[in-house]
Nanobody
Framework: QVQVVESGGDLVQPGGSLSLSCVVS????????MAWYRQAPGKERELVAL???????KYADSVKGRFTISRDNAENTVYLQMTSLKPEDTAVYYC????????????????WGQGTQVTVSS
């Protein structure tokens, strides 16, 4: 059983900063992609940032220069440091893991977390 749990969502004022964490627990041998997505009310879920095990990183244009993704492979944890937050960053932020290898299982799996709410408002 693999669990993906996000934390760190909060209410923050415009221009503020916030850090999200996502911990993947269970019999995980490796995780190729760890990513953050977000979904605002009435909008489709969109990729915010991803980081591969080989440290390739990709960001949505809307967050480049403001958000930073990092991962701790030893702890199966991914972080999202968000700065200069804007009201349009308000959304539920989801952690996604792709190509997860489970101990004793030869197949790769993908998982979503339950999400954490980020609200940017004065």
């Amino acid at each position: 059983q693999v669990q993906v749990v996000e934390s760190g969502g909060d209410l923050v004022q415009p221009g503020g900063s916030l850090s999200l964490s996502c911990v993947v627990s269970g019999r995980v041998s490796s995780i190729f992609v760890m990513a953050w997505y977000r979904q605002a009310p009435g909008k489709e879920r969109e990729l915010v940032a991803l980081a591969t095990k080989q440290d390739y990183k990709k960001y949505a244009d809307s967050v480049k220069g403001r958000f930073t993704i990092s991962r701790d492979n030893a702890e199966n944890t991914v972080y999202l440091q968000m700065t200069s937050l804007k009201p349009e960053d308000t959304a539920v932020y989801y952690c996604r893991t792709e190509e997860v290898l489970i101990t004793g299982d030869n197949e790769l799996h993908d998982y979503w977390g339950q999400g954490t709410q980020v609200t940017v408002s004065s």
